[in-house]
């Protein structure tokens, strides 16, 4: 974080105080939500890193906000810094991992080529002879062909079936679109930051960093909603699923389905 001008530590210490407590918001939302709706899967990927993040942002905001209070020693002001710049560096890490495990499947779906290589090499043909890899190499060798013609077909139904499925269709779009939005978000980010770092202005500081405030809380309400559209997503799905059980199996006998499933449960 650069040093903030003279002039300038009343107007950022009340914008931060006012972030803070949006960011103990949000972070109050996202521990509800996982309690109240996936108390069976809290330690999953994309729980801990939003959880991380949610705290990470909340130690940022708390930590900057106290260190512009100016009512701690020069070491104290330097161990909350220390705090602030770990915690920054928590949430962007958790955020890649985040965003690695949302976007993973999707991006293997349709760059399959590293994926591809690797199998290739694993392959008993080339596990066997080191000779292989040279001999399919030379012209006029057949022996790579299949392994990239059989990758090739079995990843065509993947595509069409993830467009043809509207459940898959309904959650890569959600996905798209709140990706976008927080990689919008980071891209301002950066250059808010950049410019704060070369301003002489203290109004111009000033704004800067509000928005630097602003943009981090909505960067990470961005992610948690992502999370929550996909919930109601797949709800709505089970929802549909069980409308067209009961047109075709009759409410009767998809209730007599149930109980035996329950009974056996039980």
Same mark, same amino acid.
């Given at each position: 974080?650069?040093?903030?001008?003279?002039?300038?530590?009343?107007?950022?210490?009340?914008?931060?105080?006012?972030?803070?407590?949006?960011?103990?918001?949000?972070?109050?939302?996202?521990?509800?939500?996982?309690?109240?709706?996936?108390?069976?899967?809290?330690?999953?990927?994309?729980?801990? +890193?939003?959880?991380? !993040? &949610?705290?990470?942002? @909340?130690?940022? =905001? /708390?930590?900057?906000?106290?260190?512009? $209070?100016?009512?701690?020693?020069?070491?104290?002001?330097?161990?909350?810094?220390?705090?602030?710049?770990?915690?920054?560096?928590?949430?962007?890490?958790?955020?890649?991992?985040?965003?690695?495990?949302?976007?993973?499947?999707?991006?293997?779906?349709?760059?399959?080529?590293?994926?591809?290589?690797?199998?290739?090499?694993?392959?008993?043909?080339?596990?066997?002879?080191?000779?292989?890899?040279?001999?399919?190499?030379?012209?006029?060798?057949?022996?790579?062909?299949?392994?990239?013609?059989?990758?090739?077909?079995?990843?065509?139904?993947?595509?069409?079936?993830?467009?043809?499925?509207?459940?898959?269709?309904?959650?890569?779009?959600?996905? +798209?679109?709140?990706? !976008? &939005?927080?990689?919008? @978000?980071?891209? =301002? /980010?950066?250059?808010?930051?950049?410019? $704060?770092?070369?301003?002489?202005?203290?109004?111009?500081?000033?704004?800067?960093?509000?928005?630097?405030?602003?943009?981090?809380?909505?960067?990470?309400?961005?992610?948690?909603?992502?999370?929550?559209?996909?919930?109601?997503?797949?709800?709505?799905?089970?929802?549909?699923?069980?409308?067209?059980?009961?047109?075709?199996?009759?409410?009767?006998?998809?209730?007599?389905?149930?109980?035996?499933?329950?009974?056996?449960?039980?």
């Amino acid at each position: 974080m650069t040093s903030p001008p003279p002039g300038s530590i009343d107007l950022l210490l009340l914008a931060t105080a006012v972030s803070a407590t949006v960011a103990c918001a949000l972070l109050l939302a996202v521990a509800t939500f996982v309690l109240c709706y996936e108390r069976s899967k809290i330690f999953t990927p994309f729980n801990v +890193a939003l959880l991380v !993040m &949610a705290l990470a942002n @909340c130690s940022v =905001f /708390l930590s900057t906000a106290l260190m512009y $209070s100016d009512a701690y020693s020069a070491l104290v002001s330097d161990v909350l810094n220390l705090i602030a710049q770990l915690s920054s560096c928590s949430f962007q890490t958790a955020f890649v991992h985040y965003s690695w495990k949302r976007s993973k499947a999707v991006v293997e779906m349709f760059t399959p080529l590293p994926q591809t290589f690797i199998k290739l090499l694993r392959s008993p043909e080339f596990g066997r002879d080191t000779n292989s890899v040279t001999s399919a190499m030379e012209p006029g060798s057949n022996s790579v062909t299949p392994k990239f013609e059989t990758k090739e077909n079995l990843r065509k139904p993947s595509r069409t079936k993830l467009i043809s499925n509207a459940h898959s269709g309904k959650r890569f779009l959600i996905i +798209a679109k709140y990706g !976008m &939005a927080s990689i919008v @978000c980071a891209f =301002f /980010l950066i250059i808010f930051y950049l410019a $704060s770092a070369y301003t002489t202005s203290i109004v111009g500081y000033v704004i800067l960093w509000v928005l630097i405030d602003v943009l981090m809380n909505v960067y990470f309400g961005v992610l948690f909603w992502m999370k929550v559209e996909l919930f109601r997503e797949k709800v709505q799905s089970v929802r549909e699923k069980e409308v067209r059980l009961e047109e075709n199996l009759g409410k009767v006998q998809l209730e007599r389905i149930r109980n035996r499933q329950t009974s056996q449960a039980s």
